[in-house]
């Protein structure tokens, strides 16, 4: 199979994705007449994505600085949506940048709620979060253990606690949801469901 | 050789990609809407909405009919937006379509007046207030780079599609004269109007149906009164108009050149 | 979906149904606007719907339904089919139907339990035989059958009927009166066009077109597809709606074949993939049954999950005599054995020996029966109770998505501590402070994350025709967001430190669980989505042979039972080639199918083994040569048998299984592999004795109907103090939550005119939205296409209540209400059913009280706050799609 050149910008995209990605500086700019005849006022993308919204899976490439996407279409190589994309599809720039800027809705930091309280407070850390979260799961999980049943006067070996349930995601990677269930059913958890089920 | 979009209404399903390919391509910031009953919005076009799809029920219908139809610059031969525009801001790229070089509008508002189909629209600069026209540029940047316009791109159905005029129209005779045998009363819009659109409609009932104008015309009064106009017009803009002048001309040389051509 | 996008465009009719395709899976049109405008034999569109839609707007044929009247629809078109089958002569038959299909690849033909006793008998009406009421209140289903007598009458061997294989009778009565086609043909004989129009509203005339258009696709070489989605899951028959489907397919030879087969369209980008990886109760990675009480030893386990049946069932008087049955093969080969050890082995690795039972016991095991349900509903219903204390979410937002959603929220107050991941503060995250909640009151700690968008992160993802696609990495995380594998990596590395020294069944799992996944540069310090993607293949975990520890395996037929293999989800097992290629990286643009029909088989890869249609077997005839010569899957290279193996060279698609066709191995005097490898009996099941409520779809009422009588099955409605459903009128096994009575449930009153709920309710979405709208209401470009939530309703509905189009009204349940903008419109019509007019109103459910897009009333306006906690008799899918409501301006 010969590469076009355009494959072959997204072959090499596939080894070193984020240094391609920053070396695309340009910045973007409104349509003007200065580009009319020959450039393009923005860089179109190479690095290819799959579309996180519906299950049709079509491809687009994007093209991104260090902190800001500069632009997201579909990706034409791609046989199933051959560079279209639907409404959905071409926003997906504005999961992280809108108007040249990050989305300001976007959660940056780790935030924390306490009891009865009335506002988040920021989590400065992330091994703080994650230990105060592995403390919670410790204790429920310890407090609420069945190592086992009693049905009709047998006993049952269960190893199990139905005191916490995990649910997601669907839009979360295969890796991502393998090693949810891993770590779930370790955990002994029996209340694992995600949005397939609704 | 003259460009053009091809949009068939009977393949659009109104997902509305290209309304959001349009701002991605053109950086061109969401508006606040408020929903008025309708799956349509913005309810306008606008400096920030260049292009965006009508949503249209016939009131007289059964409810079996949901009209798509496409809302953008229709890129006239026979331009009343290029003829007034004093600055030569407007003007009709080589390739047939109106292109528009912001950096040297006037901000007159001219071509607000003139175009029969209420497609540009003016904004003004929050820093200077200055004014500047804004519409479709039909991605005048990609179409140089052999992309195709942000809009045609991104249709999944192949409801919008691009390239020479002269086959868009021969593919669009094609498919009403398909239509037409399988008893729809289609018919193409844009082939002779205001001197042939670049921008085609095939369509499944009368133009009317798609709120589109039956015989758009440029107004007499901008026939008339353009060389006046122009005038006043390069007056206003004294200043830079000299070096523009030639631009101008140069412009409208290569749109004479290319009528002549055909 | 059975088959994939790309193959839309091979088909000759497609039935929408349960779908609103053009909107919610807007690229999915690009194929079917491909096969409607091919130059030859274009294809014709039907979409069903109690809404005219942008689907709709470009289908031949619209069909109105009342929502939640499917079964009644399709059963008339099994009718149709069935009634013309019946009327023609024995050639025309063979002609218009592929009769070696039906009869030789389906069970139509096998004969049934002589004690079976359909809905139709007066001592049962609406009630196959073996039905037990359930007399515990609600939670629980409503009732439950014994189906000791829905089986074949022959377990092991069943007979079929020789008139039928012959294509030897003319009248229905020259078949057994238990063969299978006869008693669809019972099933189904009142469901004529009259009933259906008098139950679904869809007029006689449009619906006689819909079956002529269908039935069409019937004749060997032509194909139909089905295109479903959430409309048809979401009912407490959601599963039967969909066997309807599975039917009327399998009697027009739809599956297996190019431009057929059932196609659920997945409504979010990898829900295939979160399905397969088994992030669901009732099952573990590749589908693999979650182990009960009463399965104490990994032997008990395959014993009675893994070799059901104990011997494939092999149908007498087929063309084909052997079943390949891949899930419960108890001959030499254990697969479900495999399966699983070697998944234990990827999750306890060293630490899983032979000697203990490769850690089966560190799986957690559920209550067996029907004591608890630990599905969505259930689970919600045991926070509400206080059984579950803790939560983590992952990326969803169950207080926008679930059912009853102001009562879900309300379930949340009940939990020592919530985990959110998302991308966005979600309304789940922030269920304490929504409108109407006292955070003094609510004592749960909270913890929201910030989670890495799609392309700031790399990984595979598989979308609805199951190819798992790589996504790379565009940028980094905003601020400090991470992936949820680096979550989930950091925070299982954290949870073994807090075990670190702790032994016995609570701290073994966790402080052997195998967990490595840091590699060099820049997975240094996070888990490495190439290495976890490389365990969940497969690899050696010792020397075997010539094969090395470490070694990657081929694919599953690789997987041992003796631990020597790992494998984290066997169906995965494939996406590597030895040598360490991602397959789901691959973009070789090229279309080399036979006859290019589009299959891209060089283009990322997708399960199992790469096979771009399932069940293909039935695509060809006996001798193996395709039935559609124009859109070929696989075919049979001639002279290619081996006799020494019974397995010849397909051409075309991955074949499903490689053995000869029937005829080639049965002139060979070799087993003849019958086509459908996955059942036990090798065939396709038209009837379906392994579903809750019955081997064959009746048309029952959604759990809130406008009806006082099931106008199919004659059986009135529980119209008392505390309606509580009855069986034969809604669906007798469906699932009855009970959310801690925080919200009421059944059946409201439908004629009380002051209090009256007189409208069908239903809820969908919007193109420009996306699910519970964390990633779509945040992005000005979507937000400006759709700002506010919508209640679209016909003229007749708005004129009564005195709406006008753009007014702000209040949609109303037992549950709750929300405000949302009327959008009024003749795509929406009155219908006249049975003695009644019957109304739709349709709210999308992606709004809610968080983000840069807020719903009208505090509440948010989710069309969920008006939904019931009642779910599918199989699944307990929540019914989303029907329920009873009443319109009121604002």
Same mark, same amino acid.
């Given at each position: 199979?010969?590469?076009?050149?355009?494959?072959?910008?997204?072959?090499?995209?596939?080894?070193?994705?984020?240094?391609?990605?920053?070396?695309?500086?340009?910045?973007?700019?409104?349509?003007?007449?200065?580009?009319?005849?020959?450039?393009?006022?923005?860089?179109?993308?190479?690095?290819?994505?799959?579309?996180?919204?519906?299950?049709?899976?079509?491809?687009?490439?994007?093209?991104?600085?260090?902190?800001?996407?500069?632009?997201?279409?579909?990706?034409?190589?791609?046989?199933?949506?051959?560079?279209?994309?639907?409404?959905?599809?071409?926003?997906?720039?504005?999961?992280?940048?809108?108007?040249?800027?990050?989305?300001?809705?976007?959660?940056?930091?780790?935030?924390?709620?306490?009891?009865?309280?009335?506002?988040?407070?920021?989590?400065?850390?992330?091994?703080?979060?994650?230990?105060?979260?592995?403390?919670?799961?410790?204790?429920?999980?310890?407090?609420?253990?069945?190592?086992?049943?009693?049905?009709?006067?047998?006993?049952?070996?269960?190893?199990?606690?139905?005191?916490?349930?995990?649910?997601?995601?669907?839009?979360?990677?295969?890796?991502?949801?393998?090693?949810?269930?891993?770590?779930?059913?370790?955990?002994?958890?029996?209340?694992?469901?995600?949005?397939?089920?609704? | 050789?003259?460009?053009?979009?091809?949009?068939?209404?009977?393949?659009?399903?109104?997902?509305?990609?290209?309304?959001?390919?349009?701002?991605?391509?053109?950086?061109?910031?969401?508006?606040?809407?408020?929903?008025?009953?309708?799956?349509?919005?913005?309810?306008?076009?606008?400096?920030?909405?260049?292009?965006?799809?009508?949503?249209?029920?016939?009131?007289?219908?059964?409810?079996?009919?949901?009209?798509?139809?496409?809302?953008?610059?229709?890129?006239?031969?026979?331009?009343?937006?290029?003829?007034?525009?004093?600055?030569?801001?407007?003007?009709?790229?080589?390739?047939?379509?109106?292109?528009?070089?912001?950096?040297?509008?006037?901000?007159?508002?001219?071509?607000?007046?003139?175009?029969?189909?209420?497609?540009?629209?003016?904004?003004?600069?929050?820093?200077?207030?200055?004014?500047?026209?804004?519409?479709?540029?039909?991605?005048?940047?990609?179409?140089?780079?052999?992309?195709?316009?942000?809009?045609?791109?991104?249709?999944?159905?192949?409801?919008?599609?691009?390239?020479?005029?002269?086959?868009?129209?021969?593919?669009?005779?094609?498919?009403?004269?398909?239509?037409?045998?399988?008893?729809?009363?289609?018919?193409?819009?844009?082939?002779?109007?205001?001197?042939?659109?670049?921008?085609?409609?095939?369509?499944?009932?009368?133009?009317?149906?798609?709120?589109?104008?039956?015989?758009?015309?440029?107004?007499?009064?901008?026939?008339?009164?353009?060389?006046?106009?122009?005038?006043?017009?390069?007056?206003?803009?004294?200043?830079?108009?000299?070096?523009?002048?030639?631009?101008?001309?140069?412009?409208?040389?290569?749109?004479?050149?290319?009528?002549?051509?055909? | 979906?059975?088959?994939?996008?790309?193959?839309?465009?091979?088909?000759?009719?497609?039935?929408?149904?349960?779908?609103?395709?053009?909107?919610?899976?807007?690229?999915?049109?690009?194929?079917?606007?491909?096969?409607?405008?091919?130059?030859?034999?274009?294809?014709?569109?039907?979409?069903?719907?109690?809404?005219?839609?942008?689907?709709?707007?470009?289908?031949?044929?619209?069909?109105?339904?009342?929502?939640?009247?499917?079964?009644?629809?399709?059963?008339?078109?099994?009718?149709?089919?069935?009634?013309?089958?019946?009327?023609?002569?024995?050639?025309?038959?063979?002609?218009?139907?592929?009769?070696?299909?039906?009869?030789?690849?389906?069970?139509?033909?096998?004969?049934?339990?002589?004690?079976?006793?359909?809905?139709?008998?007066?001592?049962?009406?609406?009630?196959?035989?073996?039905?037990?009421?359930?007399?515990?209140?609600?939670?629980?289903?409503?009732?439950?059958?014994?189906?000791?007598?829905?089986?074949?009458?022959?377990?092991?061997?069943?007979?079929?009927?020789?008139?039928?294989?012959?294509?030897?009778?003319?009248?229905?009565?020259?078949?057994?009166?238990?063969?299978?086609?006869?008693?669809?043909?019972?099933?189904?004989?009142?469901?004529?066009?009259?009933?259906?129009?008098?139950?679904?509203?869809?007029?006689?005339?449009?619906?006689?077109?819909?079956?002529?258009?269908?039935?069409?696709?019937?004749?060997?070489?032509?194909?139909?597809?089905?295109?479903?989605?959430?409309?048809?899951?979401?009912?407490?028959?959601?599963?039967?709606?969909?066997?309807?489907?599975?039917?009327?397919?399998?009697?027009?030879?739809?599956?297996?074949?190019?431009?057929?087969?059932?196609?659920?369209?997945?409504?979010?980008?990898?829900?295939?993939?979160?399905?397969?990886?088994?992030?669901?109760?009732?099952?573990?990675?590749?589908?693999?049954?979650?182990?009960?009480?009463?399965?104490?030893?990994?032997?008990?386990?395959?014993?009675?999950?893994?070799?059901?049946?104990?011997?494939?069932?092999?149908?007498?008087?087929?063309?084909?005599?052997?079943?390949?049955?891949?899930?419960?093969?108890?001959?030499?080969?254990?697969?479900?054995?495999?399966?699983?050890?070697?998944?234990?082995?990827?999750?306890?690795?060293?630490?899983?020996?032979?000697?203990?039972?490769?850690?089966?016991?560190?799986?957690?095991?559920?209550?067996?029966?029907?004591?608890?349900?630990?599905?969505?509903?259930?689970?919600?219903?045991?926070?509400?109770?206080?059984?579950?204390?803790?939560?983590?979410?992952?990326?969803?937002?169950?207080?926008?998505?679930?059912?009853?959603?102001?009562?879900?929220?309300?379930?949340?107050?009940?939990?020592?501590?919530?985990?959110?991941?998302?991308?966005?503060?979600?309304?789940?995250?922030?269920?304490?402070?929504?409108?109407?909640?006292?955070?003094?009151?609510?004592?749960?700690?909270?913890?929201?994350?910030?989670?890495?968008?799609?392309?700031?992160?790399?990984?595979?993802?598989?979308?609805?025709?199951?190819?798992?696609?790589?996504?790379?990495?565009?940028?980094?995380?905003?601020?400090?967001?991470?992936?949820?594998?680096?979550?989930?990596?950091?925070?299982?590395?954290?949870?073994?430190?807090?075990?670190?020294?702790?032994?016995?069944?609570?701290?073994?799992?966790?402080?052997?669980?195998?967990?490595?996944?840091?590699?060099?540069?820049?997975?240094?310090?996070?888990?490495?989505?190439?290495?976890?993607?490389?365990?969940?293949?497969?690899?050696?975990?010792?020397?075997?042979?010539?094969?090395?520890?470490?070694?990657?395996?081929?694919?599953?037929?690789?997987?041992?039972?003796?631990?020597?293999?790992?494998?984290?989800?066997?169906?995965?097992?494939?996406?590597?080639?030895?040598?360490?290629?991602?397959?789901?990286?691959?973009?070789?643009?090229?279309?080399?199918?036979?006859?290019?029909?589009?299959?891209?088989?060089?283009?990322?890869?997708?399960?199992?083994?790469?096979?771009?249609?399932?069940?293909?077997?039935?695509?060809?005839?006996?001798?193996?040569?395709?039935?559609?010569?124009?859109?070929?899957?696989?075919?049979?290279?001639?002279?290619?048998?081996?006799?020494?193996?019974?397995?010849?060279?397909?051409?075309?698609?991955?074949?499903?299984?490689?053995?000869?066709?029937?005829?080639?191995?049965?002139?060979?005097?070799?087993?003849?592999?019958?086509?459908?490898?996955?059942?036990?009996?090798?065939?396709?099941?038209?009837?379906?004795?392994?579903?809750?409520?019955?081997?064959?779809?009746?048309?029952?009422?959604?759990?809130?109907?406008?009806?006082?009588?099931?106008?199919?099955?004659?059986?009135?409605?529980?119209?008392?103090?505390?309606?509580?459903?009855?069986?034969?009128?809604?669906?007798?096994?469906?699932?009855?939550?009970?959310?801690?009575?925080?919200?009421?449930?059944?059946?409201?009153?439908?004629?009380?005119?002051? @209090? !009256?709920?007189?409208?069908?309710?239903? $809820?969908? *979405?919007? #193109?420009?939205?996306?699910? %519970?709208?964390?990633?779509? =209401?945040?992005?000005?470009?979507?937000?400006?296409?759709?700002?506010?939530?919508?209640?679209?309703?016909?003229?007749?509905?708005?004129?009564?209540?005195?709406?006008? @189009? !753009?007014?702000?009204?209040?949609?109303? $349940?037992? *549950?709750? #209400?929300?405000?949302?903008? %009327?959008?009024?419109?003749? =795509?929406?019509?009155?219908?006249?059913?049975?003695?009644?007019?019957?109304?739709?109103?349709?709210?999308?459910?992606?709004?809610?009280?968080?983000?840069?897009?807020?719903?009208?009333?505090?509440?948010?306006?989710?069309?969920?706050?008006?939904?019931?906690?009642?779910?599918?008799?199989?699944?307990?899918?929540?019914?989303?799609?029907?329920?009873?409501?009443?319109?009121?301006?604002?």
């Amino acid at each position: 199979m010969e590469l076009s050149r355009r494959d072959f910008l997204k072959f090499s995209g596939v080894a070193t994705a984020g240094g391609l990605a920053a070396a695309k500086m340009l910045e973007a700019q409104p349509v003007s007449a200065e580009s009319l005849d020959l450039e393009l006022s923005k860089p179109i993308g190479e690095v290819p994505t799959i579309c996180c919204y519906c299950g049709v899976g079509c491809g687009a490439i994007a093209a991104a600085d260090a902190d800001k996407v500069i632009n997201i279409e579909g990706d034409p190589d791609h046989p199933i949506n051959q560079g279209s994309l639907c409404s959905k599809g071409q926003a997906l720039a504005q999961m992280r940048t809108v108007n040249g800027k990050d989305n300001p809705n976007r959660l940056t930091k780790p935030l924390y709620r306490a009891p009865y309280s009335t506002e988040w407070e920021v989590i400065e850390d992330w091994d703080t979060a994650l230990d105060m979260i592995a403390d919670r799961i410790k204790k429920t999980r310890d407090e609420t253990w069945l190592d086992k049943i009693d049905v009709g006067g047998t006993s049952y070996t269960v190893n199990r606690t139905d005191g916490i349930a995990e649910f997601g995601g669907g839009e979360l990677d295969n890796e991502e949801c393998y090693l949810l269930a891993k770590m779930a059913r370790a955990l002994g958890l029996v209340y694992l469901e995600h949005c397939a089920r609704i | 050789m003259a460009k053009a979009i091809l949009f068939d209404s009977t393949k659009c399903t109104a997902c509305r990609g290209c309304q959001v390919a349009c701002k991605q391509w053109n950086n061109l910031e969401a508006e606040e809407t408020v929903n008025t009953g309708t799956y349509e919005n913005p309810p306008d076009l606008s400096s920030r909405t260049w292009l965006k799809m009508r949503f249209i029920e016939p009131p007289d219908g059964d409810g079996k009919v949901w009209l798509f139809s496409r809302r953008a610059c229709m890129h006239c031969t026979e331009a009343g937006c290029v003829k007034v525009c004093p600055t030569g801001a407007v003007y009709h790229h080589e390739e047939g379509f109106v292109a528009y070089n912001k950096d040297i509008c006037s901000g007159c508002g001219y071509c607000v007046d003139a175009c029969p189909f209420d497609v540009p629209r003016m904004v003004g600069s929050t820093l200077t207030g200055k004014k500047k026209m804004e519409k479709c540029v039909f991605c005048a940047d990609r179409v140089a780079n052999e992309e195709k316009p942000a809009c045609v791109k991104t249709c999944p159905t192949g409801a919008l599609i691009y390239g020479e005029r002269t086959e868009m129209v021969d593919l669009a005779e094609q498919r009403v004269s398909k239509l037409a045998a399988d008893g729809v009363d289609a018919q193409l819009y844009g082939k002779d109007e205001l001197d042939g659109l670049h921008v085609l409609y095939v369509l499944a009932h009368s133009p009317k149906d798609y709120k589109l104008p039956v015989n758009p015309e440029v107004s007499p009064s901008v026939t008339l009164w353009q060389d006046i106009l122009k005038v006043m017009g390069y007056a206003a803009v004294g200043a830079v108009a000299g070096g523009l002048l030639l631009n101008y001309m140069v412009a409208r040389a290569r749109m004479v050149k290319e009528k002549e051509g055909k | 979906m059975t088959n994939h996008w790309i193959d839309l465009r091979n088909s000759d009719c497609i039935l929408i149904i349960g779908s609103n395709a053009a909107e919610n899976h807007p690229i999915s049109f690009k194929w079917v606007t491909a096969a409607m405008t091919r130059a030859n034999n274009p294809a014709k569109l039907i979409s069903v719907d109690p809404r005219f839609t942008r689907t709709s707007s470009k289908a031949d044929i619209y069909a109105p339904i009342r929502s939640g009247t499917d079964i009644a629809f399709i059963g008339g078109m099994i009718r149709y089919i069935l009634n013309d089958m019946q009327s023609l002569s024995r050639t025309e038959r063979a002609e218009k139907y592929n009769l070696t299909y039906l009869t030789q690849y389906t069970n139509a033909a096998l004969i049934i339990h002589s004690e079976f006793e359909g809905w139709k008998d007066p001592t049962h009406p609406g009630l196959f035989v073996g039905f037990t009421e359930n007399t515990n209140p609600a939670p629980g289903n409503l009732g439950g059958y014994s189906k000791s007598k829905w089986g074949y009458a022959d377990a092991g061997s069943p007979d079929t009927d020789a008139a039928l294989l012959g294509n030897n009778w003319t009248n229905w009565s020259d078949l057994n009166p238990k063969c299978v086609l006869r008693l669809l043909w019972e099933n189904y004989e009142d469901f004529t066009p009259e009933m259906v129009e008098k139950v679904t509203g869809c007029p006689q005339s449009t619906f006689e077109q819909v079956c002529e258009a269908y039935a069409a696709t019937g004749a060997p070489g032509k194909a139909g597809t089905i295109m479903y989605a959430m409309g048809t899951t979401q009912h407490t028959y959601g599963t039967q709606n969909i066997r309807g489907y599975a039917i009327l397919q399998l009697l027009l030879g739809n599956i297996g074949v190019a431009g057929g087969g059932i196609n659920a369209l997945r409504g979010t980008s990898n829900v295939q993939g979160s399905t397969d990886m088994c992030l669901l109760s009732h099952i573990l990675p590749g589908y693999l049954s979650v182990v009960n009480h009463k399965l104490q030893t990994l032997e008990q386990y395959v014993d009675t999950v893994g070799r059901k049946g104990k011997a494939p069932v092999v149908p007498k008087g087929l063309a084909g005599d052997k079943s390949a049955s891949w899930w419960w093969l108890s001959e030499s080969a254990q697969n479900y054995k495999k399966y699983l050890v070697s998944l234990l082995k990827a999750w306890w690795m060293d630490n899983a020996t032979e000697e203990n039972d490769f850690c089966f016991n560190y799986l957690p095991k559920i209550n067996a029966g029907q004591d608890a349900d630990y599905t969505h509903i259930g689970t919600f219903e045991a926070v509400a109770k206080g059984i579950v204390k803790g939560m983590m979410v992952w990326g969803q937002n169950p207080a926008v998505g679930g059912p009853d959603a102001e009562g879900e929220r309300k379930a949340l107050e009940k939990l020592d501590w919530l985990m959110v991941t998302d991308l966005f503060e979600t309304e789940t995250a922030a269920f304490w402070y929504r409108d109407g909640a006292d955070p003094g009151s609510i004592g749960t700690e909270v913890f929201l994350l910030p989670a890495a968008c799609s392309y700031e992160k790399q990984g595979s993802i598989s979308n609805s025709g199951r190819w798992a696609q790589w996504r790379y990495k565009a940028l980094d995380p905003i601020g400090e967001a991470k992936s949820d594998l680096a979550i989930v990596d950091a925070l299982v590395l954290k949870l073994k430190e807090k075990y670190a020294g702790e032994t016995g069944p609570k701290a073994d799992p966790i402080n052997q669980l195998y967990w490595d996944y840091h590699t060099e540069g820049e997975y240094a310090d996070e888990a490495d989505p190439n290495k976890v993607a490389l365990e969940i293949h497969g690899y050696y975990t010792k020397d075997v042979g010539d094969k090395k520890k470490g070694d990657l395996v081929t694919n599953f037929v690789s997987l041992a039972t003796d631990g020597s293999t790992c494998s984290g989800n066997w169906l995965y097992s494939g996406m590597f080639t030895t040598d360490g290629r991602n397959k789901a990286k691959d973009r070789d643009p090229v279309d080399a199918s036979l006859n290019q029909i589009g299959l891209y088989s060089g283009w990322s890869w997708c399960w199992p083994i790469n096979r771009r249609i399932i069940y293909n077997r039935a695509s060809v005839d006996l001798d193996g040569s395709p039935w559609d010569d124009i859109h070929p899957v696989i075919a049979y290279q001639e002279g290619s048998h081996n006799p020494a193996t019974n397995t010849c060279k397909w051409l075309g698609d991955i074949a499903d299984g490689g053995w000869s066709p029937i005829a080639v191995s049965k002139n060979d005097g070799k087993p003849a592999y019958l086509p459908f490898i996955m059942q036990n009996e090798g065939v396709a099941h038209i009837w379906g004795p392994g579903r809750a409520e019955g081997p064959l779809p009746v048309a029952y009422e959604p759990w809130e109907s406008p009806l006082e009588t099931n106008l199919v099955t004659g059986v009135p409605a529980q119209l008392d103090e505390s309606p509580k459903g009855m069986p034969g009128f809604n669906d007798p096994c469906c699932y009855v939550g009970d959310l801690g009575g925080m919200n009421q449930r059944g059946r409201p009153n439908w004629e009380d005119p002051t @209090n !009256g709920f007189n409208c069908v309710g239903t $809820t969908y *979405r919007v #193109s420009e939205h996306w699910q %519970a709208g964390q990633m779509t =209401r945040n992005h000005p470009w979507l937000i400006e296409l759709q700002p506010q939530p919508i209640a679209e309703m016909g003229e007749e509905l708005a004129d009564d209540v005195g709406v006008k @189009n !753009g007014d702000i009204v209040k949609v109303v $349940t037992a *549950r709750g #209400s929300i405000e949302a903008v %009327a959008v009024v419109t003749k =795509r929406f019509r009155r219908m006249t059913i049975g003695d009644k007019q019957v109304d739709h109103v349709g709210v999308p459910w992606h709004w809610g009280y968080k983000g840069l897009s807020k719903g009208i009333s505090p509440n948010g306006s989710s069309g969920n706050v008006l939904t019931p906690h009642v779910g599918d008799a199989n699944t307990t899918i929540p019914e989303y799609k029907t329920f009873l409501c009443r319109v009121e301006k604002a």
